[in-house]
């Protein structure tokens, strides 16, 4: 589906995307209806606009646009289409963290004043980097900053001058002792990042994971650039939709401020069962739960399946003004589920779970008819 004339004729046809499920070509083609007519019942019910894609270890199983890119102009949306990915980020930002680990630039049990120094230390010299990995710093979120998008949002700021808005306000909780996730805390490991290498967190994250990969359609968002295919947000608080509420992404950095496509993110799906980024002992580190069940950037647990067995699964999921994301990989079946949303009201969360039921579900063996005696 490399012509992109082609692609959208497909996508208003909703004729299916193949290759499909491996298996007899009749459970093949029924797995695949099945979720062309699952995931068109959420487009028609308005709990759906963006992009899907489905895979495993033989390719694409599912890849599809549903809604529109640009409502103004009619844009649809399609496998090539970049969306915000929101705090999916969080899952780069920790690969880039633990490959300085690996270098030997980072330790996890050091403390943030090791690496910036002017951080107060009636916070920094007692919060480490596995307590800000594991969202276990005693950091809170963003209503931890009072207004914060009634106003603060709202400004451009240089990343070490943003961190200033809490870094020395009360922690809500002893370091190490309760899950409690903020995205401070990628914000925080964004600027160590850029002290401990020296580049932008913009060109670190380029250099040492897209460009590795092949992620081209993946970047840093830069708001004042110009960038092709790239989805407007929605938000839709009655009946009809409208433009998404501003936010100046210089206040994202390392927690949310990456645009890509569900292409680039099954590329970065599959180079995750790969020691391309990472060893394999430093990603099986990352994957490993922690205090409210989350490893270093992703949610990490066991689940029992439709097909009676079980798989670890480690997900993120994303929530920004007007964007909705979830990847969710299912690392014992090597299967993987990307939802990328313009919408606000796009049900990420319940069209993982009935696809996920539709994927793992036993094939139907039709019976014998018994002939007549």
Request: aromatic fraction near 12%; glycine fraction near 8%.
């Amino acid at each position: 589906m490399k012509n992109p004339r082609l692609q959208l004729l497909v996508s208003f046809f909703t004729l299916l995307f193949l290759p499909a499920f491996s298996g007899p070509i009749s459970a093949q083609n029924s797995k695949t209806q099945e979720i062309d007519k699952l995931l068109t019942e959420y487009y028609n019910s308005g709990k759906l606009q963006g992009s899907v894609l489905i895979g495993d270890d033989s390719g694409i199983i599912y890849e599809k646009g549903f809604g529109y890119a640009n409502l103004e102009l009619g844009v649809p949306n399609t496998p090539d289409t970049k969306f915000r990915i929101a705090s999916i980020t969080k899952t780069f930002t920790s690969l880039l963290v633990m490959q300085q680990v690996e270098e030997g630039r980072v330790k996890l049990n050091s403390k943030i004043t090791s690496y910036i120094p002017d951080y107060p230390s009636k916070n920094g010299s007692r919060i480490t980097i596995h307590n800000l990995l594991s969202h276990t710093s005693g950091i809170g979120h963003y209503d931890y900053v009072p207004h914060f998008f009634q106003y603060y949002s709202l400004m451009p700021y240089k990343h070490t001058d943003f961190i200033k808005l809490f870094w020395d306000r009360p922690l809500l909780s002893e370091p190490g002792t309760k899950y409690l996730y903020s995205s401070f805390n990628y914000y925080v490991l964004g600027v160590m990042l850029e002290k401990v290498t020296g580049e932008s967190y913009a060109e670190l994250v380029k250099k040492r994971i897209f460009d590795r990969i092949g992620m081209k359609n993946t970047a840093v968002d830069n708001q004042r650039k110009l960038e092709k295919n790239r989805a407007s947000g929605y938000e839709k608080p009655d009946a009809g939709y409208q433009n998404a509420t501003y936010r100046n992404m210089s206040t994202a950095l390392a927690t949310g401020d990456i645009i890509s496509t569900v292409k680039d993110l099954y590329l970065y799906d599959r180079a995750l069962y790969t020691d391309k980024l990472l060893s394999y002992r430093m990603r099986d580190q990352m994957f490993t739960p922690n205090l409210g069940g989350y490893g270093y950037g992703w949610e990490s647990k066991k689940l029992q399946l439709s097909d009676g067995t079980a798989s670890r699964v480690v997900s993120h999921m994303g929530n920004i003004f007007g964007f909705l994301s979830i990847i969710t990989r299912y690392l014992d079946k090597h299967t993987v589920i990307i939802l990328l949303c313009n919408s606000d009201k796009s049900d990420v969360y319940g069209i993982t779970a009935a696809l996920q039921s539709i994927i793992f579900s036993k094939p139907q063996i039709a019976k014998k008819e018994t002939p007549t005696q």
